[in-house]
């Protein structure tokens, strides 16, 4: 099993939702985070200058099998994807063991 995180633009959150339920990932955790970028410069709108150097994200957590891996994540590519700096990043890590709780299953068992 793999633990997809990935961090994206709030913007982009309501596409790669609906794509991830296309290829039916049907549960994941989300949070609002903030993160610190590359960009280090302000942006000013209607005269007022705001700071870009805090940036408002959201932050999901998947959990896959290992053959679903590949399509998970070049679909959160694809439609998290708007071509400009900021877009976000994923991250892939090893999952030792997952439970569900409520019937004690473990393994892929527990997670579908």
């Known amino acids: 099993m793999k633990k997809i995180e990935a961090i994206i633009r709030k913007s ?3 596409d790669v939702k609906e794509a ?10 989300y949070w609002d985070v ?6 280090k410069q302000g942006h000013v709108y209607r005269g007022i200058s705001y700071s870009t150097t805090d ?4 932050y999901l957590s998947i959990v896959v099998s290992d053959d679903f891996l590949e399509k ?12 400009n700096v900021g877009d976000g990043k994923v991250f892939v890590s090893e999952v030792l063991e997952a439970y569900r709780i409520r019937t004690k299953e473990k393994g892929l068992a527990g997670i579908n």
């Open 12 to 14: 982009k959150f309501d």
């Open 34 to 39: 903030t993160g610190v970028g590359n960009e």
């Open 20 to 29: 991830l339920h296309k290829i039916e990932v049907n549960f994941f955790s």
């Open 55 to 58: 940036i408002q994200r959201r």
């Open 72 to 83: 998970t994540v070049d679909t959160i590519l694809e439609s998290a994807y708007s071509g």
